[in-house]
């Protein structure tokens, strides 16, 4: 059974349950549901749905954030040099389609798991300007994020690229 509440339902229900947690300026968004031939589907009634403006305008945020990235984490810069090597590698070792698919998913891990770190840190700064010892916990997990999916990311390097390194160096 779904609950149904009506508009500022949700809003009480956090108010009451989690006072703490919504900031004062909260603005509930209107949302309905419509239910046709069966299927429940959310319905936003805050402005227009889907425009190509706004995607376009998402890209471009997206795009500043890689930027953001790339320009303010100094192991941004050593992800790069290690996908630009991994590439050219690729190429030069003429990887299969299956060690192509390895390696693309290695090293988006790696990218993801550095652009989530940066997130982090950033709302860490925010949340708490002054040292807390709680908010270094929580940088320090997120960079142990990048450390595990950068181990991951060279452990297929290894498997995919060992074999014809060995083969190339006469091994």
């Given amino acids: 059974m779904a609950f149904s509440g009506g508009p500022g339902v949700t809003h009480w229900l956090s108010r009451t349950l989690c006072p703490n947690f919504l900031p004062e300026n909260y603005v509930e968004l209107n ?59 690729g190429f030069c070792f003429r990887l299969r389609a299956d060690e192509w698919c390895w390696i693309s998913l290695a090293i988006v891990s790696v990218w993801t798991a550095e652009a989530l770190n940066t997130a982090f840190e950033f709302l860490t700064d925010v949340a708490s300007p002054e040292f807390h010892p709680l908010a270094g916990k929580a940088k320090d997990v997120a960079a142990g994020a990048v450390l595990i999916s950068a181990i991951g990311a060279a452990i297929v390097g290894f498997l995919v690229f060992g074999p014809r390194l060995m083969t190339f160096i006469g091994l």
């Fill in 31 to 89: 949302i309905t549901t419509s239910e046709r031939n069966g299927h429940r589907t959310a319905i936003d009634n805050n402005g227009p749905n889907l425009s190509c403006s706004g995607r376009i305008r998402s890209v471009r945020c997206a795009l500043q954030g890689i930027r953001t990235m790339v320009c303010s984490q100094h192991n941004a810069w050593v992800h790069a040099a290690a996908t630009i090597l991994v590439v050219v590698g």
